[in-house]
Nanobody, 122 residues
Framework: QVQLVESGGGLVQAGGSLRLSCAGSGRTFSVYAMGWFRQAPGKVRESVAA????????RYADSVKGRFTISRDNAKKTVSLQMNSLRPEDTAVYYCAAASSYLTLSTTGDYWGQGTQVTVSS
């Protein structure tokens, strides 16, 4: 079992940057694939990025490729999402998630953080 807490959300102007962090707890943090999801009002939850337990492989939604970078530090039990060139359509609540399968994170997670709001103004 993993407990996750997100931080780093806030208000930023279009074109700006934010870095989200997710702090995990649990003995087996490194065995979990990790991902970031987001959900905007009235829209379905979508996968933004995912990373394998080792950090060897990553994947991104087409909408954020080239702008967002996911990374993890297993020694510190953290996963981050660096978001650059932000657009108003990136506005959403962002959730950190953990899953036993990297494949699972294309659609959902096994464990979730509480979410952090990201608002990008025009």
């Amino acid at each position: 079992q993993v407990q996750l807490v997100e931080s780093g959300g806030g208000l930023v102007q279009a074109g700006g940057s934010l870095r989200l962090s997710c702090a995990g707890s649990g003995r087996t943090f490194s065995v979990y694939a990790m991902g970031w999801f987001r959900q905007a009002p009235g829209k379905v939850r979508e996968s933004v990025a995912a990373i394998t337990g080792s950090g060897m492989s990553t994947r991104y939604a087409d909408s954020v490729k080239g702008r967002f970078t996911i990374s993890r530090d297993n020694a510190k039990k953290t996963v981050s999402l660096q978001m650059n060139s932000l657009r108003p359509e990136d506005t959403a609540v962002y959730y950190c998630a953990a899953a036993s399968s990297y494949l699972t994170l294309s659609t959902t997670g096994d464990y979730w953080g509480q979410g952090t709001q990201v608002t990008v103004s025009s």
